[in-house]
């Protein structure tokens, strides 16, 4: 697939976009794919090839503008005449939700004690950080970044700082990689060495409190940037707060409970019912989102679990997003035990497909509160891949894989839109941070959905020649904003944005084959794995090896001999005379299964003597 194709320009069956087809000037959009043309880039400007569209003369388009601007301006006179009794503008709706959202995360974390530290240095290691910082550092975390994971608080920064440095230091690391604060804007290089130490010290030491489970969490939404995503130790980490949580029996919490005893026996302190309820939650949230976009199976996904997690957000109060958000998750931990165990029977993909989509379509007519763009962009992500799932396990030409491959385009086209919307979304007067700061804000897991759509796009449509044009063009069109995101995100050559980047570029050199031509080298991650054989394919246009080496085993063994006094054979020797460490045991299973009592049940007695100075 990758070896025949290095010379390809691009998928652009139109040469022109309709803003240089406007202009009636040179486009090189079919040579420069997946980037706009230089000029739609250099203008900021959506790049698109309608293959339908007809340029509209210059006094035509001035007619229009002056016939919209006089329309709503008459609009404005009525609503105004009306008493603002009409519905407010989705803008206006969007500015007071995100404010909502503000204000509630701002209780999470108070702020205000912080001005009675007096001059309390802030330091990890060698590394000092002001006051102002530390200040600005996590008004903009519960601003930004706790909405998306709402598990703390209430709880003062004074607090975090004293009692659970881990969480702080965490939270401080996280913000200054993604949006560093303009006080110090290499704070997160001077952190990230005293950082790393203490997380390899953290991460490992048990008991572990519930403040060490919150920040893994947020380490896991947020994880510290990798060279290659392979390296990215968000799913280790997911497991050690998930195990952490199970031992502290947060499943069992409920948002009724009054204050658990913290037993000496545990270790930890248990913590209030309300956070105990929130971490659990979180836990859920972050480790379901991991599993599906790494192809695994859900840490959390038992039947009496994922009714627990029903129990908990029918009682307790959670924000409206995140609620909702968590439901999408419930109905993908409930199907995908069924679809990844059964037979791989066609028919019954489809039922189980099809069963999905009603759910997660009927929660928006249940849930029309609180519906944000975030959470329907959640929904398409998992309908993403739960499709591509069914589509890699069913048969090429299939009625029924037709039919879920045309669900899968216009789910990978509504996701597209959703972030290219989001990305060119005005900014609000009170918004301090820019366009690239606001978005590198977002989940990993939010890149990594969007990461999906463009390769399914790419492999199934705008490098598939079995695809008609039409299809192919729009798929083109979208796999170009999707590039244009992540390229603008980038501010390194080799960051994450820009290695995505990189890889769809690189994808796009390959010429238009069948998308079932060759066999994936990934086959059981689920929906996953066309991520990963991208991945594998890329690497194989630029002529690295797909396969993993495996280390020299020798220089190994060589290092370890003469290390120790004792040889291996003396090791295993049965007749070297070591002291039994257990003799009071063997005496007691002697006496234990030597008991007559046990020729009621046909056991020999003399069979079961234990007899010692025999290894095993």
Same mark, same amino acid.
């Given at each position: 697939?990758?070896?025949?194709?290095?010379?390809?320009?691009? &998928?652009?069956?139109?040469?022109?976009?309709?803003?240089?087809?406007?202009?009636?000037?040179?486009?090189?959009?079919?040579?420069?794919?997946?980037? *706009?043309?230089?000029?739609?880039?250099?203008?900021?400007?959506?790049?698109?090839?309608?293959?339908?569209?007809?340029?509209?003369?210059?006094?035509?388009?001035?007619?229009?503008?002056?016939?919209?601007?006089?329309?709503?301006?008459?609009?404005?006179?009525?609503?105004?005449?009306? +008493?603002?009794?009409?519905?407010?503008?989705?803008?206006?709706?969007?500015?007071?939700?995100?404010?909502?959202?503000?204000?509630?995360?701002?209780?999470?974390?108070?702020?205000?004690?912080?001005?009675?530290?007096?001059?309390?240095? @802030?330091?990890?290691?060698?590394?000092?950080?002001?006051?102002?910082?530390?200040?600005?550092?996590?008004?903009?975390?519960?601003?930004?970044?706790?909405?998306?994971?709402?598990?703390?608080?209430?709880?003062?920064?004074?607090?975090?700082?004293?009692?659970?440095?881990?969480?702080?230091?965490?939270?401080?690391?996280?913000?200054?990689?993604?949006?560093?604060?303009?006080?110090?804007?290499?704070?997160?290089?001077?952190?990230?060495?005293?950082?790393?130490?203490?997380?390899?010290?953290?991460?490992?030491?048990?008991?572990?409190?519930?403040?060490?489970?919150?920040?893994?969490?947020?380490?896991?939404?947020?994880?510290?940037? &990798?060279?290659?995503?392979?390296?990215?130790?968000?799913?280790?980490?997911? +497991?050690?707060?998930?195990?952490?949580? @199970?031992?502290?029996?947060?499943?069992?919490?409920?948002?009724?409970? +009054?204050?658990?005893?913290?037993?000496?026996?545990? +270790?930890?302190?248990?913590?209030?019912?309300?956070?105990?309820?929130?971490?659990?939650?979180?836990? @859920?949230?972050?480790?379901?989102?991991?599993?599906?976009?790494?192809?695994?199976?859900?840490?959390?996904?038992? *039947?009496?679990?994922?009714?627990?997690?029903?129990?908990?957000?029918?009682?307790?109060?959670?924000?409206?997003?995140?609620?909702?958000?968590?439901?999408?998750?419930?109905?993908?931990?409930?199907?995908?035990?069924?679809?990844?165990?059964?037979?791989?029977?066609?028919?019954?993909?489809?039922?189980?497909?099809?069963?999905?989509?009603?759910?997660?379509?009927?929660?928006?007519?249940?849930?029309?509160?609180?519906?944000?763009?975030?959470?329907?962009?959640?929904?398409?992500?998992?309908?993403?891949?739960?499709?591509?799932?069914?589509?890699?396990?069913? =048969? *090429?030409?299939?009625?029924?894989?037709?039919? &879920?491959?045309?669900?899968?385009?216009?789910?990978?086209?509504?996701?597209?839109?959703?972030?290219?919307?989001?990305?060119?979304? =005005? =900014?609000?007067?009170?918004?301090?941070?820019?366009?690239?700061?606001?978005?590198?804000?977002?989940?990993?897991?939010?890149?990594?959905?969007?990461?999906? %759509?463009?390769?399914?796009?790419?492999?199934? @449509?705008?490098?598939?020649?079995?695809?008609?044009?039409?299809?192919?063009?729009? %798929?083109?069109?979208?796999?170009?904003?999707?590039?244009?995101?992540?390229?603008?995100?980038?501010?390194?050559?080799?960051?994450?944005?820009?290695?995505?980047?990189?890889?769809?570029?690189?994808?796009?050199?390959?010429?238009?084959?069948?998308?079932?031509?060759?066999?994936?080298?990934?086959?059981?991650?689920?929906?996953?794995?066309?991520?990963?054989?991208?991945?594998?394919?890329?690497?194989?246009?630029?002529?690295?090896?797909?396969?993993?080496?495996?280390?020299?085993?020798?220089?190994?063994?060589?290092?370890?001999?003469?290390?120790?006094?004792?040889?291996?054979?003396?090791?295993?020797?049965?007749?070297?005379?070591?002291?039994?460490?257990?003799?009071?045991?063997?005496?007691?299973?002697?006496?234990?299964?030597?008991? *007559?009592?046990?020729?009621?049940?046909?056991?020999?007695?003399?069979?079961?003597?234990?007899?010692?100075?025999?290894?095993?």
């Amino acid at each position: 697939m990758a070896s025949s194709a290095t010379s390809w320009p691009g &998928v652009r069956p139109v040469k022109t976009c309709t803003e240089c087809k406007q202009s009636k000037l040179r486009c090189d959009s079919k040579d420069r794919f997946p980037n *706009p043309c230089s000029r739609c880039q250099a203008r900021n400007l959506t790049c698109t090839v309608d293959p339908s569209f007809r340029r509209t003369p210059a006094r035509k388009r001035l007619e229009a503008m002056s016939r919209e601007l006089r329309e709503l301006r008459d609009q404005r006179i009525v609503d105004t005449r009306a +008493g603002s009794t009409t519905s407010p503008d989705p803008e206006t709706t969007r500015s007071q939700a995100s404010s909502g959202i503000a204000s509630q995360a701002s209780v999470a974390i108070l702020l205000d004690d912080l001005e009675f530290m007096g001059l309390e240095p @802030f330091e990890l290691g060698d590394v000092v950080v002001d006051k102002q910082s530390v200040i600005a550092t996590f008004r903009l975390f519960s601003s930004h970044f706790h909405p998306h994971l709402p598990i703390l608080g209430p709880v003062s920064l004074k607090t975090i700082h004293h009692s659970h440095p881990f969480l702080f230091w965490t939270i401080m690391v996280i913000v200054a990689q993604r949006s560093p604060v303009p006080s110090d804007e290499n704070l997160f290089s001077r952190l990230h060495e005293p950082y790393i130490q203490m997380l390899r010290v953290e991460a490992l030491r048990a008991p572990m409190p519930l403040s060490k489970i919150q920040a893994l969490l947020f380490l896991c939404m947020w994880p510290l940037p &990798v060279s290659h995503q392979r390296d990215d130790p968000s799913w280790l980490y997911c +497991g050690i707060a998930v195990n952490a949580a @199970f031992y502290m029996s947060l499943h069992r919490s409920s948002p009724k409970a +009054g204050t658990t005893p913290s037993l000496y026996s545990i +270790g930890v302190i248990s913590g209030s019912a309300h956070e105990r309820t929130n971490t659990w939650l979180g836990c @859920f949230y972050v480790s379901t989102s991991l599993s599906m976009h790494h192809g695994l199976p859900p840490m959390i996904n038992t *039947p009496s679990d994922l009714a627990t997690i029903r129990t908990i957000i029918s009682e307790h109060s959670v924000p409206r997003e995140f609620l909702l958000q968590i439901r999408v998750l419930l109905i993908l931990a409930g199907f995908t035990n069924v679809l990844a165990h059964n037979s791989n029977d066609s028919v019954v993909d489809s039922s189980i497909t099809q069963l999905l989509d009603g759910e997660l379509d009927t929660l928006k007519i249940t849930s029309p509160e609180g519906w944000t763009n975030m959470v329907d962009y959640g929904i398409m992500v998992v309908k993403m891949h739960v499709y591509t799932l069914v589509i890699t396990r069913a =048969r *090429p030409g299939a009625g029924s894989r037709e039919i &879920v491959l045309k669900l899968g385009l216009a789910t990978a086209l509504r996701i597209i839109h959703l972030a290219n919307m989001r990305f060119h979304e =005005r =900014r609000d007067k009170t918004e301090s941070l820019t366009v690239i700061q606001r978005e590198r804000t977002l989940p990993k897991d939010y890149f990594r959905g969007l990461a999906f %759509a463009t390769i399914f796009l790419l492999k199934y @449509f705008s490098l598939n020649n079995s695809a008609n044009a039409e299809e192919q063009q729009l %798929a083109a069109n979208h796999v170009i904003m999707a590039h244009t995101i992540f390229k603008t995100l980038t501010l390194q050559p080799r960051d994450e944005y820009g290695r995505v980047a990189n890889l769809f570029e690189t994808l796009c050199k390959q010429a238009p084959i069948p998308a079932d031509t060759g066999k994936s080298n990934v086959t059981d991650r689920m929906g996953a794995s066309i991520v990963l054989d991208a991945i594998d394919t890329a690497r194989e246009i630029r002529g690295h090896p797909i396969e993993m080496q495996e280390p020299d085993i020798s220089s190994t063994t060589e290092g370890l001999t003469g290390q120790h006094s004792m040889s291996q054979t003396d090791v295993f020797d049965a007749t070297s005379e070591l002291v039994e460490p257990w003799p009071s045991d063997l005496a007691f299973a002697n006496m234990f299964w030597g008991d *007559p009592s046990w020729d009621i049940f046909t056991v020999p007695s003399e069979a079961a003597q234990f007899h010692s100075g025999q290894g095993l």
